[in-house]
């Protein structure tokens, strides 16, 4: 199986960077110096977290088998630092679908700065420019208050949620561009 394109996409402090099948497996096998190299970027020990590693291998897995290039998670580079300072990233794939969902994390040492929301506008407009989307979603757990108040940051309007342990919000592609 041949490696996809590289993805980058350049914010005014982050180099959003998508990483490939093979940076994925890196990230489940926690291997952060060989991915830094690959990636040109000092990974934190921080990264990836018990909940992303819960859900690599079944995005290992969705990868192997999405014909596209489907791109689910990005890390957050500071440019000025080449630190890894978190990842933001699709719960699915982006190809063909009309809703999809964005989600993001900041490492620790690094929350507090607004790297989530530039990193989120980033892919927002990203997911924007793909063929069929219509809506980006995000679920959010109501104590996580710095991620609530990214997602008003962004202007996602809150929605039913169908699971009472999150709430929901949504961007309308063609509403409003995140600025």
């Not at 093979?22 to 190299?37: C, D, I, K, N, T």
């Not at 940051?153 to 592609?173: C, D, H, N, Q, T």
């Amino acid at each position: 199986m041949t490696e996809q394109p590289m993805y980058e996409i350049q914010t005014p402090r982050l180099r959003l960077r998508a990483l490939s099948l093979s940076e994925a497996r890196l990230a489940m096998g926690r291997r952060r110096a060989a991915l830094g190299r690959q990636v040109g970027a000092r990974i934190s020990s921080a990264w990836p977290s018990a909940e992303l590693i819960g859900w690599l291998p079944s995005i290992i897995a969705e990868m192997e088998r999405q014909v596209g290039d489907e791109r689910w998670i990005w890390l957050a580079i500071e440019q000025a630092t080449e630190r890894m300072v978190g990842d933001v990233g699709f719960h699915g794939p982006v190809v063909g679908v009309a809703t999809v969902e964005l989600g993001w994390q900041i490492v620790p040492a690094s929350q507090g700065r607004g790297f989530a929301t530039e990193a989120a506008t980033a892919l927002l407009r990203w997911a924007a420019e793909r063929r069929g989307v219509e809506r980006v979603i995000a679920r959010i757990e109501p104590a996580n208050s710095p991620s609530l108040r990214v997602a008003a940051k962004l202007g996602m309007r809150e929605i039913a949620s169908p699971e009472p342990k999150y709430r929901r919000f949504e961007w309308l592609v063609d509403g409003v561009s995140p600025d």
